[in-house]
């Protein structure tokens, strides 16, 4: 737009406007709507659902025309976790299918609600009725072989030392009870005429996503001994999954069920997470993170087509007994076919350089792990407005003096040899752990 601004309308060349699309627009397709009260909007947004079902429509202009259903329907919030409650209780009373985007509501539908009470039972929480209650309420068609899945669990609990610790998994009794108890997606009772016969379709979605929620829990603790592996997840899924996962909007892996998208609509709101920060910060932080979002966006929005992964979570292995884990900003293919890890930073809250390049090709070992592969740049994204950027090859020496010092901090760790440091530099004197490195404040050695 700023080209065109800025050429004398003389230059101009000439140019007739049309409509990319096929689809035809009447008065009224567009709406903005206020309602008194969150209530009142839950149920006007579910009339217009069910009022589009079987609305004809074509996917393209040469395509046959097929009806509306709920999957091409949509509900966008600031944020599920705090707005979405009253249009998912008015979704739920009248039986229309859906889905929510992201793991944070997800522990509040009734069927994984069930799955959860199957790990507090294991862990010694709640008694085997109780399990039995959540499945019925459920409502999945299972009633009548509950007892089986009860059984998998008590064989769970009954584990002892006399087995391999990888005998038995977390994913492993989820599974065996699910198959114990017969669920099938065709037998899944429908709630009334709205769900079209496919309630089956969230349900099992549903239960496919709190099965990645275990396989991202148990990959970090499945050397863990199995009763406090257990036992440690059931409080997990208690008190700390949902914030866990906050509102993340990825795709799933799993195909799209004909039902409602519930889905988080901002960025910024999503990830801009200041739990400590005074109202006036936030109120500084906030407008800084949107510029520094579309700056990023002007600047690379061609190169997002080239991501390969994105917020990727790796695991190190650099020796027997030593993880380190963590989350990979962004890995993309460039134009040339190298592979780059990027990392983003503010300058405000900067690092030393070293200590980048350090962390990033930690990152890259990660990658390796990841895929058997190894990129072939590192990279840092300044999000300030004035801040530089650096890129760098990967340093194949670094990579094997990183997994010497990492294996080496972790046979410290083990041996609780935590020596302190023999020198401090300036920033040790303001440094929250300085105690722990040595006393007093002399900085001279």
Known sequence: MKVVRRTASSARLAKSMKAAGHQRFERGDLL??????????????????????????QDAPDAPERGLSYADCAVLFRSVRHDAGPLVEELRRRGIPYIIKGLVRLFETPEVQAAVACFRYVAGLIDAEAVKDAWRAADVG?????????????????????????????????????????????????????DGGRRGEPVFCNLGRFSTAIGDYEAIHLTVHPKERFEKFAKWLQYQAPGYYEEFDGDNGYAQPDAVVIATEELVD???????????????????????????????????????????????????????????????????????????????????????????????????????????????????????????????????????????VGRSLRDNDLRRLPRWCATCTSCDFAGICRDGTDTSG
């Open 270 to 408: 999503r990830h801009l997470n200041l739990p400590f920060a005074n109202p006036a910060a936030k109120a500084r932080l906030r407008p800084a993170a949107i510029a520094s979002v579309r700056r990023y966006l002007r600047e690379k929005g061609a190169t997002l087509r080239q991501t390969m992964f994105s917020e990727q979570p790796v695991e190190i292995h650099p020796a027997p007994g030593v993880t380190v884990t963590g989350r990979v900003d962004l890995i993309k293919r460039l134009d040339t076919e190298e592979v780059s890890v990027v990392d983003f930073k503010s300058s405000e809250r900067a690092q030393a350089e070293d200590v980048s390049l350090a962390q990033l090709h930690l990152y890259a070992l990660g990658y390796r792990e990841l895929t058997g592969a190894d990129a072939d740049l590192v990279e840092v994204h300044n999000l300030d407005e004035e801040g530089s950027s650096l890129r760098e090859e990967v340093d194949t020496g670094l990579l094997n003096d990183l997994t010497r010092r990492v294996t080496e």
């Open 142 to 194: 299972c009633d009548e072989r509950l007892d089986q899945g009860i059984a998998v669990l008590d064989e769970a609990i009954a584990w002892d030392e006399s087995r391999p610790w990888d005998s038995i998994t977390l994913q492993g009794v989820f599974l065996g009870f699910l198959e114990a108890i017969g669920l099938r997606e065709e037998n899944v009772p429908s709630h009334g005429e709205t």
């Open 32 to 57: 903005a709507l206020t309602y008194d009260d969150p209530a009142q909007e839950a149920r006007a947004i579910a009339d217009r659902i069910q009022q589009l079902q079987g609305v004809p429509f």
